[in-house]
């Protein structure tokens, strides 16, 4: 199941929903990707402000990816179907959890 993300708000939630669901502290997920406790504080309440590769790390670090998905292309294999429209240029962040999208230049 796929949860559109359409804010910055809504990514971090979801990264902090991960770190506690991998039973991580923000000291502890800190470890793991090289940073203080502090900048996990400012990259799970800011992470619109934060740098794409930091924001692969965390993922990374808590077992999440990120997944581009080429709606157009699926919406043209699916041609015929009743299948829902996604918006064109999805980004996905895919784990443990449900995917979730970001439209892109929502964040």
Known sequence: MDYPLKTAEQLRQQLRSLRKRRGLTQ???GA???VTQAR???IEAHPGSVSLQQIMQVLSALGAG???RDA???AA???GSHA???PSEAVSITGYAPTLKIK???W
Request: charged share 20%; no cysteine.
């Open 77 to 79: 294999s699916n041609e």
């Open 72 to 74: 157009q292309a699926d």
């Open 40 to 42: 996990v504080v400012e």
């Open 66 to 68: 990120l997944v581009i």
């Open 27 to 29: 000291a502890q997920l």
């Open 32 to 34: 793991l990707i090289g």
């Open 84 to 86: 829902r429209q996604v």
């Open 104 to 106: 892109k230049g929502s």
